[in-house]
DNA sequence: CTGTCCGGCTGTCTGACAGGTTCACGCTTA
DNA sequence: TAAGCGTGAACCTGTCAGACAGCCGGACAG
């Protein structure tokens, strides 16, 4: 890449690269929110409009998401490499999921790791006490994450990594939550319960049941 | 189209798509020069910061560079995503291929439009007269995309491309080629003559079988 | 050929209003 | 009285209109 002449920034540039740094910091936690555009415009010394083009930036890049009416929040702390093909749609996920997650759920009880499991139920005993929608969202995601990487496929791996991205887009996943949390609880257990037994018919099969009740739940809600 | 978004996008959302789907479908040159400002914000029917924020948007993607002064001018016609090319390994593919493809040809048997077939038609074509292997191998990966595609699940045509990617890189499949042309082009035709009729368990079926010979024939060159 | 000027474009600011979200306060009801 | 309800205020994002400065390229005059 050719370099060029350290061209001046833009203040939206500047600011873009201020949110930026501080998210892939760590500064602001992932499932964190920023502040207001208004206190950031104050914060930076710059107007809402620069505030909010750097803010668009950070979207594209699957950094954060913006909520009417909420606040923008932190949903990555690194920039995901799938981004060519837009985000899915709810109807694509549900129907691609089983496909995926199943399979990866019986090969994660075959072969994952003792650190792998250990984080599993990190994140299994986080969920059961998290009482933050959102929190627990970014949690039922990392399980799943988790899960496809323990399958030790990377395809899979991936596949599933890029579905969490796509579920923090999507406002139903959300609506949903109050209602499937406490029953997705239990169905997480179940599967973990079989992935540290080694049982992969098990690990499949609760994954499958925990998919098909999601996805149910979801139709409810679209539907309704 | 069974799915479509069922979130309701905000103005700047559906500009940055509109804008985006104009560079990724070559309706707007690459090097070519967008409109300004003004007028697209007066072509959308919206106000210019909209337009700003869904340009930011663009180029945070690296679709299009922005020179003060000058305009804003398209740099690529789609996202760059360099870093999961050829990550996967030879294993990880023939394990998780099926997975995906199989309910992918099913889809697809079911929701192809014309064009898509068309498509379908000609590679297929092509590949009984192709006797160049790398050529073969281009179209066969063109193939594979294309049913994925036509199922019309995102996800399934995002994962599909991804492994297009590492099967350039693997020189097994190369190698392979010489033994397994005949017999691929054969079941290619059996997979597109299944989606041709709408036949979905026809399809998946069909290939699952070929996916299945070409593992075995994977297998048993990296195990000689 | 050169220097100047003008028209077009981006960068940024200000102020305003609509509509979504949250929460507490006060009123209703069992 | 206590639990529940709803209603409005405060805050937030989404969008708009208008304005001005600075950059860029080309036209035009010297």
């Known amino acids: 890449m050719p370099t060029q002449p350290l061209a001046r920034l833009s203040a939206a540039e500047a600011v873009f690269n201020a949110i930026r740094a501080d998210i892939e910091s760590g500064t602001v936690a992932v499932g964190g929110k920023l502040s207001s555009e208004a206190s950031l415009s104050q914060q930076y010394g710059v107007s809402r409009s620069v505030i909010r083009e750097a803010l668009r930036s950070c979207t594209a890049l699957g950094l954060t998401v913006t909520k009417t009416g909420k606040g923008t929040f932190v949903v990555a702390n690194k920039v995901a490499n799938d981004l060519t093909l837009g985000h899915y749609s709810a109807g694509d996920l549900t129907e691609a999921r089983p496909h995926i997650e199943v399979p990866a759920a019986g090969l994660a009880a075959v072969r994952r790791t003792e650190d792998e499991l250990g984080t599993m139920r990190h994140i299994v005993a986080a969920m059961i006490t998290e009482t933050d929608p959102e929190s627990w969202v970014a949690l039922d995601s990392s399980f799943h994450a988790a899960i496809a990487r323990a399958s030790g496929n990377k395809v899979f791996a991936s596949v599933v990594a890029d579905i969490r991205g796509a579920l923090a887009f999507q406002s139903e996943t959300l ?38 009740a999601v996805g149910v739940a979801l139709d409810s809600i679209l539907n309704h």
């Open 175 to 212: 609506n949903m939550v109050a209602a499937r949390q406490h029953a997705s609880d239990s169905e997480h257990q179940r599967i973990l319960a079989a992935i540290e037994a080694g049982k992969a018919d098990e690990a499949s099969h609760a994954m499958a049941e925990h998919l098909r």
